[in-house]
């Protein structure tokens, strides 16, 4: 709770917090009065004590964002992004939005919430828009009823509201993260669900759907690793809708990428997710007909898939030494951290055996794109260049890790690291001369 505690009495120095009934423990105990001021006075009451409600419902904030006030949001991040730009001018009227925004006006625990959020975490807040819109859009394209895309909706928009009682000093962390720290930051699942569930009137399949946004189709997620058969539609485009966003805020957006990239990475981890709406998140973004960032056109195609050519012929060398090199030691001799790096050369293999990057049908294109002028690129092959640069991310990598892990000392097999070491000999060279990426 001392989280949410604290972004409340921050807040209330521009929008003042107001207790609305007698605050008190588990024990029946008077903390705080009615009518009493959310300031630092009662930080110092409240703080680290076992409410009988969840502090939420004690509590009354001065201004609330009104569903006009999230219309508004919603058109900002829509004008304010290439990509959703195009979406709604294609495809998904704004208007449509209107109805669904105007469910909030019902819930002012989630008034509330969401208030705090877009003042005390606005990162998340922007990203939470974003995933509130992709879930509605994903759900609109699969026809879904307009009550149920509204939920999908109104599940994106309150699936991280558990973050706000985590722990900021964690959340902001800047040395690596300790097996405890990721189990509280986890633990947001469980959090937004249970504060969720205690909303009146909130539709159960909303918090049903919050509470399985991190579970994965394959049964890699949690809390509880569900598999697909256990979980719900709206979870499942929750899911996705949150994993694309994710991926474009944590990886993409730094680095100057588009939206229009992430459809290869969310491919290469498809079992993880619905297939169906993975299938629909690269069918709208391929729609969209954003251009392609690292793309060539007309003269320059030739020489472009000439060095792809060159680059996936020495990718695909790349990965079978080092998956030799890691797997012909054996299986058997019970170092933890040697058995981590093979299960990573597994965990590649398997992401990119179901993609086309090492399949003949690509080297064909590429070779006659290569070898003719008049034979454009086509989304297949620039799909493919996309899926190639994952697959040297993965290899620089995995790489480094096994340089480490030699120079460490931390074999336990003297034998096991000299033939590792050994093996290595052919790699280093790939990491001496890394590859460039292609645009
Ligand atoms: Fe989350």
Redesign the pocket.
Known sequence: MDPYLRYLVNLSTTNPVTVIEDIVTVDGNLLLAAAAPVDEQAYRLLQGKQLAKPLAHYVRLSSLISAAGLLQYLLDTIRSTEYFQSLAERKHPLSSLEPVCAELDKFPLVQQFLTVMSSQMNDLFQRTLCVGLWGLYIAQEMRLPPSDAADVFWAGMT??IGMLFVDPKILHKTEKLSTEDWQHIQG??EISRSILASVPGLPAVIVAAVAE??ERCDGTGYPLAKVESELSLAGQILAVA?AVVGIYFNRFKAQGRRWREVIPVLEMNRAAYLYRSCEIVSTMIHRSELPLPNVVHGSGVPEFAERMLQQNLHLQNWFIQLRDCLTAVGYTHGDRKLHALQNIIFHIATTFKGTMLFKADLRESLESMASDEGVGMSKVVADASLVQQEMLFHLQRLSRMVQMYIASGEAKDPTIRARIEEGFMNISGYLERPDQPLN
Do not use: R, Y
Request: hydrophobic fraction near 15%; charged fraction near 30%; glycine fraction near 0%.
């Open positions: 699936h991280d947001h699942v946004h991190h949150d």
